[in-house]
């Protein structure tokens, strides 16, 4: 929105010409999404306190969770208003994608939030019915896919594999439930992650920064023929949202790091989710996002094989699943795990970067 307020106003001051770069737009969309975070945090612990939403801990889990009950949550509400504030005042609006990307955050975010009201309302971890949440989650993903469909170009249905320089297929209309596939599955994986203090903020924070270095390269004709990647027109704007992403985080976890004050609960961890899988979309970069998001995927795949085993067998391979619990259990310190694992998304986000050069 500044962009389109000042920036014609370059011919009276000169120095509003630096709007239409999108470096500038994305350090300070970053820069406006922290401080929201970082200036509202303590005001959104006191209120959430004072209305008792409080997580709800499971029965099930590692002995040490226990003292966590009660520790305000919904605290995603807060990543999604410093997100989508920072995004409106600093993409360029008038780009579909723009809407589309704030829409995918609104979107889940809403879903996860009738999830965690459900959980304090009747004080326990059983939020919405699980056939409930995957309909609205799919509602949403439809709808974010529909608009993908109708506004992208003509390299929207193709497929890219990394280390190829061309698309391996056009899915043409089969584009559709892949990708509402995708978007469902990203934010589950993300909400799966979330289970530790600051483990689930620390990974996005990684993933968006890994994002707008292949948002802003995707969206520049001369870098993408460079590194013989599918040039996005306008994909260099998602930059701009995902270093919102990345400002929302970084101030989020001053708070959520451990002992966490708040939690994100699903309201923060569906959207978060669902960004990370539309910009995957929109920059064509979906089968990259298994190495770019490693860790979520991990953690997804491990609650699929201990649920997979136990119906089948009777037997668990994990003490515990997601993955970060059965570590938990193996005797790790919580804080051991949650660095271990920022290591480990560290580690595939360098190797996702690397893949630009090797095709």
Partial sequence: MLKELLFPLTRYFTPFNVFQYITFRAAYAAVTALLIT????????QKLRRLRFGEEIRADGPRTHL?????????????????????????????????????????FGMIGMADDLRKIRRKDKDGLRGWWKIVGQVSVALGVTLALYRFGDSATTELYLPFLKQPILDMGFWYIPFA??????????????????????????????????????????DYATYLQIPYIPGGGEL???????????????????????????????????????????????????????GVFVMEAISVIIQVASFKLTGKRVFRM??????????????TK???????????????????????
């Fill in 239 to 293: 930059a701009v949202l995902s270093l919102a992403v990345a400002g929302a985080c970084t101030g989020f976890l001053w708070f959520n790091s451990h002992p966490a004050e708040i939690m994100m609960g699903d309201t923060g961890s569906l959207a978060l989710g669902g960004v990370i899988g539309v910009l995957a979309l929109m920059i064509k970069k979906e089968i990259l996002l298994v190495i770019i998001g």
């Fill in 180 to 221: 509402v596939i995708l978007l469902v599955g990203t934010s589950n994986a993300v909400n799966l992650t979330d289970g530790l203090d600051g483990l689930a903020t620390g990974l996005v924070l990684m993933v968006s920064l890994t994002f707008a270095v292949l948002s802003y390269v995707t969206g520049r004709v």
């Fill in 321 to 334: 699943a997601p993955i970060h619990h059965h570590f938990e259990l193996l005797g790790w310190s919580e």
């Fill in 337 to 359: 795990v949650v660095l271990r694992l920022w290591i480990l998304g560290g580690l595939f986000a360098i190797l996702s970067l690397s893949t630009l050069k090797i095709r």
């Fill in 38 to 45: 970082f200036i509202l945090g303590p005001w959104a612990i």
């Fill in 67 to 107: 003292q966590k009950s009660g520790t305000p949550t919904m605290g995603g509400v807060l990543i999604i208003l410093s997100i989508v504030v920072s995004g409106v005042l600093w993409l360029d609006i008038s780009r579909p994608y723009s809407i589309i990307g704030l829409a995918a955050v609104l979107g």
